[in-house]
């Protein structure tokens, strides 16, 4: 069809671009039919091993250098209850287990509920109800010497006739001894035991992989929930810690070949990126129209969506095998063009030198 509109386009061009074609009439001159392609493409791949979010990206998309493509679900780590960051033993890069390894966490907190009572139903009322202590039951605490301090606590841990209590009020000193009551009046007859106040450790915030992100300083108070760290696979390198994956250059998406939510290993290929720096026609040139084509002849081309505008292409590639079309060869002839010409996947038409 092209080759029966070949005179007519050509007399279009010249009334259209004198000055382009004033030297070059492209009157009965063969034309190939192209495609515009990149002249190269980069292939994005995982930087480490992991699950990806969920993404929206798929091919024909433009993106610029930067542009984040994917992005790493991250494990995550909370506070387990209000308190203060005492020391954080991690910082982006760092592998966790070196951390935990050294240390025993990657981060120390000490809770807001500073002191427990370690206590035993020794001392307990006789009456066997008060020898049986229940999880979560509010319980009267009272020092057994001095001012007599009092304050209220939860039964956290029971084990046998030994039970642990978090000291929810008042104020006691380390080691105090106290007594434990389930009635405000302080009665004999409604003691559970006695123990003796200790300070509780501080949290020991565990985790694992590659730390991505950290949250939080020595110092800072935290609200239980809050969330204190991000890590990554371990197999990222230090410097790879990111949690996103980023376009390296402008270009089209050309592929995706991963799906939201997947498992990725190290090194999978995610998709490729048709690079838009420099383009080219990738034409389909029948044998008796190859001549004496080479590498570096120039050709004017033209693309479909506007055929008044000629170009100046050379001739960077020709296939040395053909292929069989409509009972003819046809051999690939690549053809660049000037960037930003139009877009990938574009028709295009190569003038052919003339016969």
């Not at 994917?70 to 005492?86: H, I, N, P, R």
Request: net charge negative; glycine share 10%; with cysteine.
């Amino acid at each position: 069809m092209k080759k029966i509109l070949c005179l007519f386009t050509a007399l279009s061009l010249l009334a259209a671009t004198p000055a382009a074609l004033a030297s070059d009439d492209l009157t009965g001159r063969p034309i190939a039919d192209g495609t515009v392609a990149a002249v190269h493409f980069t292939d994005v791949t995982a930087p480490y091993s992991g699950t990806l979010a969920s993404f929206d990206l798929e091919s024909g998309d433009e993106v610029q250098a930067g542009d984040e493509l994917f992005q790493y679900v991250t494990s995550d780590v909370f506070a387990t209850e209000d308190g203060v960051v005492k020391d954080v033993f991690i910082q982006p890069g760092d592998d966790a287990s070196a951390a935990m390894t050294k240390y025993g966490a990657v981060i120390g907190v000490e809770p807001d509920d500073a002191y427990r009572v370690e206590a035993s139903t020794a001392g307990a009322a006789s009456d066997n109800e008060y020898k049986i202590l229940h999880l979560g039951e509010i319980l009267y605490i009272k020092t057994t010497k001095g001012d007599r301090d009092e304050g209220t606590g939860k039964v956290t841990a029971i084990n046998g006739r030994n039970y642990s209590v978090q000291v929810l009020t008042g104020s006691f000193d380390q080691y105090a001894s106290v007594n434990l009551y389930r009635d405000d009046n302080y009665a004999g007859s409604t003691c559970v035991g006695r123990g003796q106040v200790v300070h509780r450790d501080p949290v020991s915030v565990t985790g694992a992989g590659r730390v991505s992100a950290v949250y939080v300083k020595a110092g800072d108070t935290v609200k239980n929930g809050e969330k204190l760290a991000s890590f990554v696979s371990a197999d990222a390198a230090p410097q790879d810690y990111a949690t996103g994956i980023a376009a390296p250059q402008n270009g089209v998406i050309s592929a995706v070949s991963v799906a939201p939510g997947q498992q990725v290993w190290k090194g999978e290929l995610l998709c490729r990126v048709d690079l838009t720096d420099e383009i080219e026609v990738i034409a389909d040139v029948d044998e008796t129209d190859l001549g004496g084509l080479k590498v570096g002849d120039s050709l004017p081309v033209t693309l479909d969506m506007n055929e008044t505008n000629v170009l100046t292409g050379t001739v960077t590639q020709i296939s040395g095998l053909g292929f069989t079309k409509q009972n003819a060869a046809y051999f690939s002839v690549h053809v660049t063009i000037p960037a930003g010409s139009g877009p990938l996947g574009a028709s295009a038409s190569v003038y052919l030198l003339q016969k």
